[in-house]
């Protein structure tokens, strides 16, 4: 497997063509950007796949910038949102953002890992800075993305708060100076404005790298809002549990996308404990994992 198929295994969009290569022939460690907003106090197992490519490229060398997005929470991210997502308090933005660190660094090498908040860059931006930031792009070019044209077509308002949150996200590429962003496929968009917008600034647009999204035992995405989710910081047996109500037809995607490695030959029964396994002593280590099976075993 070349560099390239270990660093974008799993990706869905990987662009521009040849610009991942490109920039790693610059012969110096490239920086990996990847934002996550605190609308919930845990990062569940879905919002880690692309976690996991970062810490493919912090293993070849590269250093990850993990922006715990406290500021642009204050917004919501409206992908895929059919109305505009209710705002947190202060409060609980502060406790969730504390939290997403350690949790993130089960899957992150933290000696490879820069951690920022985007309230250092984006809570100095004056006025005329975010008049200067709004030029980079057009109304028209912000109400092409599929959620915002599916409301203005069906007569649901779309508040300007929410048309410069792709922006808010461009800007944190500019202010870490990405090389490359990760993200699920529900943030094409935003990632794709951020090359227009570091291009505006003067930058070597970031190359784009998207996943796909883990879908629950429901069928549906993963969400912590729905609750078919699977926390990093659940206990074993929760954990162990829920990974065993996955149906046998989604296993081929948990195991290339979760474990990254073809589901094992025999009885799907066991793959699924193996996979439960797995889940669990990334989070908790191997005793946790092989008391949650006993616990799992002995009560179902």
Avoid: C
Wanted: proline share 6%; charged share 25%; hydrophobic share 40%.
């Amino acid at each position: 497997m070349s560099d390239i198929d270990t660093l974008a295994r799993n990706h869905v969009d990987l662009l521009p063509d040849g610009a991942l290569e490109a920039k790693l022939k610059l012969g110096r460690p490239l920086r990996v950007k990847l934002g996550i907003d605190v609308t919930s106090p845990d990062i569940h197992i879905g919002r880690a796949i692309p976690l996991q490519r970062m810490r493919a490229f912090q293993d070849a060398g590269h250093v990850g910038v993990l922006i715990v997005g406290d500021y642009t929470t204050r917004i919501g991210d409206p992908s895929g949102r059919s109305a505009e997502r209710p705002i947190l308090s202060d409060e609980e933005i502060d406790r969730n953002a504390k939290t997403y660190v350690d949790q993130a660094m089960q899957i992150l090498d933290p000696d490879r890992t820069e951690v920022r908040f985007n309230g250092e860059w984006l809570a100095t931006l004056g006025f005329a800075d975010v008049v200067r930031l709004t030029r980079t792009l057009t109304v028209a070019q912000l109400l092409e993305r599929d959620d915002f044209a599916k409301r203005v077509a069906a007569g649901h308002p779309v508040s300007v708060s929410e048309l410069l949150y792709p922006l808010m996200q461009a800007y944190d590429s500019v202010a870490v100076e990405a090389d490359v962003e990760l993200g699920g496929t529900d943030q094409l968009y935003n990632l794709l404005a951020g090359r227009t917008v570091m291009e505006a600034y003067g930058l070597e647009p970031q190359v784009v790298l998207t996943t796909p999204l883990l879908l629950s035992w429901d069928g549906a995405k993963m969400s912590s809002s729905v609750g078919n989710n699977i926390p990093l910081t659940a206990l074993p047996e929760e954990q162990f549990g829920r990974t065993m109500r996955i149906p046998d037809s989604l296993l081929p995607d948990w195991y290339r996308l979760v474990a990254e490695r073809p589901v094992p030959a025999g009885e799907p029964m066991d793959a699924k404990l193996a996979l439960a396994r797995l889940v669990v002593e990334r989070s908790h280590g191997p005793e946790a994992a092989s008391a949650a099976e006993a616990h799992f075993t002995r009560v179902v």
